[in-house]
């Protein structure tokens, strides 16, 4: 296997080549810093790091007058904190005038693992992507996320990218390119679609792989920009399939398969199965066992894949 | 400006609001009388702001954390020249610029879009330390409600502009006493504020929220403050200037009728009369 690195590792370093690029971004966090990887950033450039203490509605809020003075703000905390216990900041200070403000929230889904579900944001992206003016991605691994995060500080407008704690395998090399708005083909295939993000494209590529031996030839697309999302790619994946599996480690209500399942509904209705938590909260426990016990492993997604081509045959 | 004429602003913004209000037959008019003076001293005396450039990176920047007073700002804004004073009339109109609360976004002169109490605080942190970092004197000045100390957010503020040493921030405390169901004090009580903001390190000046010289007085003494934020604790009457509606909590939301209005305007021409 590939060798591993946590999305919030590559973003404290991508933090770092923005702050020698750009002299205007400036990062807050919420004395998380070791843990969301800021803290790289904070050191180098102390007169433009900020830690805001145990406040995360003053950690929106700042943000968003540093955004309102000209500044590119990135905000960190894990994202149960900054969308859950900010969510009217973040909607009212920062969505609604548009401000350049980069919610950068690290510790995401039931990876989170030991820490147990109240610190497992698992309906971030649904409560993200339901905002209007914010951008929402999910990068997949660290090259992804470094460039997620070049592309968000280019970007000018308030963009949530939602990173975890756990080490993923390294899946692109920097001849993968991100472009906020297009989702990735990463194999095209005729006679299903996994459509996945954040940590499921690893397990989506091996069950691809696997599923191969079968004879059944698999599309894998790595759909990180779920707002806005790559409507083009995803009917025209949807046309040459006829079967799409989608795969989060998210709440089944309003993420990515939500967002997929809206797109075709109305362009391409087409046969679908959703991997995700089903309207469940997640609970303690070392993060490979979560996924298995809450169905997001590969395995889950092979089933998935049988199940909706058993639906495109009726 | 002298104490006469920044008098006859605050007077000429009361009309201004009561006028929008009637108009718009919504708004708030009782925190946004009682701000008048503030409003006037800022915007006519104390603020470095251009109305032809209201964009300009040096410019003094004012945050109305208590959105809901709108009106006073519209006045203020319109009265420097920001917009045509005909605009006063499209408040909470569909497709007009004057929204409910202040945006940012379509409104020219406006900071910092706000009305959900709280949060004005730490935009204005944000933007003061923005100035810093770019070594700029800029000011920024965010008006508070008394209703909103209950809110937690206004606290992590004060505590963050006091750790930053945010000398560069005034708030100013508009001390009414009332909100939407009762006096402050029975609905949550607040007080005593000048103390809590002391425990919060701020620097703080207690001032009659109505008397113009006494704020450019409060003014002039927290620019000269180093290494703390200052907060300028302005008391003052909801509904200041129309008899009927001062000290009134039921004010506090609800529009006057064209009779009303007129007698509100009567009773503010005549105090402007009285000015000379």
């Known amino acids: ?314 | 400006m002298t104490t006469i004429e920044l008098k006859r602003v605050a007077n000429a913004l009361r009309q201004d609001i009561i006028s929008m209000l009637v108009t718009s037959k919504s708004g708030h008019p009782g925190g946004s009388l009682s701000a008048a003076e503030i409003v006037a001293t800022l915007f006519f005396q104390e603020m470095k702001i251009n109305p032809q450039d209201p964009r300009w990176s040096d410019r003094d920047r004012f945050v109305l954390s208590k959105g809901h007073a709108a009106p006073v700002l519209y006045a203020a804004l319109a009265e420097k020249g920001y917009f045509p004073k005909e605009e006063l009339q499209g408040l909470r109109q569909t497709g007009r610029m004057l929204q409910g609360h202040p945006d940012m976004k379509k409104t020219p002169g406006v900071d910092m879009s706000t009305g959900s109490l709280g949060q004005g605080l730490s935009a204005a942190n944000g933007m003061a330390l923005a100035g810093k970092l770019d070594g700029k004197d800029y000011q920024v000045f965010a008006l508070l409600g008394d209703g909103e100390m209950a809110e937690g957010q206004i606290w992590e503020a004060a505590m963050a502009a006091a750790h930053y040493k945010l000398d560069n921030v005034t708030a100013v405390l508009d001390f009414n006493g009332l909100q939407i169901d009762g006096t402050t004090d029975s609905v949550m009580c607040s007080t005593p504020l000048a103390e809590k903001w002391r425990a919060f390190c701020w620097h703080v000046i207690e001032v009659d929220g109505h008397d113009v010289d006494a704020l450019v007085a409060a003014f002039a003494e927290a620019k000269q403050v180093k290494g703390s934020p200052t907060i300028i604790i302005a008391k003052t009457v909801k509904g200041k200037g129309v008899s009927f509606m001062e000290n009134q909590a039921g004010w506090h939301g609800n529009a006057p009728s064209v009779e009303q209005g007129e007698q509100a305007l009567k009773e503010l021409r005549e105090e402007a009369l009285n000015l000379g």
């Open chain 1, 1 to 314: 296997m590939a060798d591993k690195v946590a999305t919030r590792d590559a973003y404290g370093k991508a933090l770092l080549v923005l702050g020698a690029e750009n002299p205007n971004v400036v990062v807050l966090d919420a004395d998380l810093s070791k843990s969301t990887k800021t803290a790289d950033f904070g050191k180098k450039y102390p007169e433009r790091f900020f830690n805001m203490g145990i406040a995360e509605a003053n950690l929106m809020g700042t943000a968003a007058g540093l955004a309102a003075a000209g500044k590119i703000p990135f905000a960190s905390t894990f994202a149960i904190f900054a969308v859950g216990r900010a969510f009217e900041q973040i909607r009212n200070s920062i969505a609604y005038p548009k401000l350049n403000v980069k919610i950068a929230a690290t510790h995401s889904g039931i990876t989170v693992g030991e820490d147990g579900g109240s610190h497992q944001a698992i309906e971030d992206v649904a409560i993200m992507r339901a905002v209007p003016n914010m951008v929402v991605l999910v990068p997949a691994d660290g090259e992804e996320t470094r460039q997620v995060i070049l592309a968000a500080a280019k970007y000018n407008g308030p963009v949530y990218i939602r990173m975890g704690r756990l080490a993923v395998p390294l899946l692109f090399g920097d001849d993968y390119h991100f472009e906020i708005g297009k989702a990735n083909v990463l194999s095209e295939g005729t006679d299903v679609a996994i459509m996945a993000n954040g940590v499921m494209v690893s397990m989506a590529l091996e069950a691809a792989a696997e599923l191969a031996i079968e004879g059944i030839n698999v599309s894998v697309v790595n759909v990180a920009s779920v707002k806005p999302l790559d409507e083009e790619t995803i009917v025209r994946v949807a046309k040459q399939t006829k079967a799409i599996v989608t795969a989060e480690e998210h709440n089944i209500i309003g993420g990515l398969g939500s967002a997929i399942a809206e797109v075709l509904g109305e362009r391409q209705p087409t046969p679908m199965v959703r991997v995700g938590l089903k309207d469940t909260f997640g609970e303690s426990g070392r993060p490979e066992e979560l996924l298995k016990k809450y169905g997001l492993t590969k395995a889950d997604l092979v089933k998935a894949v049988h199940e909706v081509l058993a639906k495109k045959q009726r």
